[in-house]
C-alpha cells in the first residue's frame, strides 16, 4: 500500500484492503499509517470482508435491494428466526436442529447459493431448502441481512449492471486481500 501511494502515486482513495479479523484490520492500519502518515491513511479503505460489503451496501446496496438502513442478524438472531420459519413450516427442531439448518445456509450463501441454487436431492434438503427460502423471505420483509449476506449482496452488486454497481466497479484500482489463500468462494 506504501509503495503504490509513496513510489507509484496511486491516490490512497482508490486503494482497498480487506483481511479476516477486526484486529488484523487494526494493525494494517496502523502500519499504514506509519509508512504514508496519518491523513493518506485515512483515505485506504481498510477493513474485514464484512465491514468493508456492509460500508458498500449502505452507500451502493439499493441497486440489490438492501436499503441503507438495513439491520445486520447476529447469531441469536438467525437462530431465533430459524426458530421461527420451523415453526411456520410444521417442521420438528429436533429433527431440523437450528443450528444445523444455519450451518447449511451459511455454507450455500459461501458458495453463493440462495434457495434456487441449492441442490435438494433428499426429503431432508428438500426440508432445508423450504426453510432457507423462508428465512430469506423474512430477512427480506425485515429490511435485514445476516453475515454472510454482506458478502454475498456484495457480490451480486458488483455482477449487476445498474449505475451504482458500475460507479462501485470503477471506484477502487486496486483490491488487497491479506490470507487470499483462506477466502471461501465468496469473498
Given at each position: 500500500?506504501?509503495?503504490?501511494?509513496?513510489?507509484?502515486?496511486?491516490?490512497?482513495?482508490?486503494?482497498?484492503?480487506?483481511?479476516?479479523?477486526n484486529?488484523?484490520?487494526?494493525?494494517?492500519?496502523?502500519?499504514?499509517?506509519?509508512?504514508?502518515?496519518?491523513?493518506?491513511?485515512?483515505?485506504v479503505?481498510?477493513?474485514?470482508?464484512?465491514?468493508?460489503?456492509?460500508?458498500?451496501?449502505?452507500?451502493?446496496g439499493?441497486?440489490?435491494?438492501?436499503?441503507?438502513?438495513?439491520v445486520?442478524?447476529?447469531?441469536?438472531?438467525q437462530?431465533?428466526?430459524?426458530?421461527?420459519?420451523?415453526?411456520?413450516?410444521?417442521?420438528?427442531?429436533?429433527?431440523?436442529?437450528?443450528?444445523?439448518?444455519?450451518?447449511?445456509?451459511?455454507?450455500?450463501?459461501?458458495?453463493?447459493?440462495?434457495?434456487?441454487?441449492?441442490?435438494?436431492?433428499?426429503?431432508?434438503?428438500?426440508?432445508?431448502?423450504?426453510v432457507?427460502?423462508?428465512?430469506?423471505?423474512?430477512?427480506?420483509?425485515?429490511?435485514?441481512?445476516?453475515?454472510?449476506?454482506?458478502?454475498?449482496?456484495?457480490?451480486?452488486?458488483?455482477?449487476?449492471?445498474?449505475?451504482?454497481?458500475?460507479?462501485?466497479?470503477?471506484?477502487?484500482?486496486?483490491?488487497?486481500?491479506?490470507?487470499?489463500?483462506?477466502?471461501?468462494?465468496?469473498?
Amino acid at each position: 500500500i506504501a509503495n503504490l501511494i509513496l513510489q507509484e502515486h496511486v491516490p490512497a482513495y482508490r486503494i482497498r484492503a480487506v483481511t479476516f479479523t477486526n484486529k488484523a484490520a487494526g494493525e494494517l492500519r496502523a502500519r499504514v499509517e506509519q509508512l504514508v502518515g496519518a491523513e493518506l491513511a485515512r483515505e485506504v479503505w481498510v477493513g474485514t470482508f464484512h465491514a468493508t460489503c456492509a460500508r458498500i451496501l449502505r452507500r451502493w446496496g439499493k441497486a440489490v435491494g438492501v436499503p441503507p438502513s438495513f439491520v445486520i442478524y447476529d447469531t441469536q438472531d438467525q437462530r431465533s428466526l430459524v426458530n421461527r420459519v420451523l415453526k411456520e413450516l410444521g417442521l420438528d427442531d429436533k429433527r431440523y436442529p437450528p443450528r444445523a439448518i444455519l450451518g447449511r445456509i451459511g455454507k450455500e450463501k459461501q458458495e453463493l447459493r440462495g434457495p434456487p441454487e441449492m441442490s435438494a436431492d433428499s426429503y431432508d434438503d428438500q426440508a432445508v431448502k423450504r426453510v432457507f427460502t423462508r428465512y430469506e423471505e423474512h430477512l427480506l420483509a425485515a429490511g435485514a441481512v445476516d453475515f454472510d449476506d454482506l458478502i454475498v449482496k456484495a457480490v451480486g452488486l458488483l455482477r449487476d449492471d445498474s449505475v451504482d454497481a458500475r460507479t462501485l466497479r470503477r471506484r477502487f484500482d486496486y483490491v488487497l486481500v491479506d490470507e487470499f489463500q483462506d477466502t471461501n468462494v465468496a469473498q
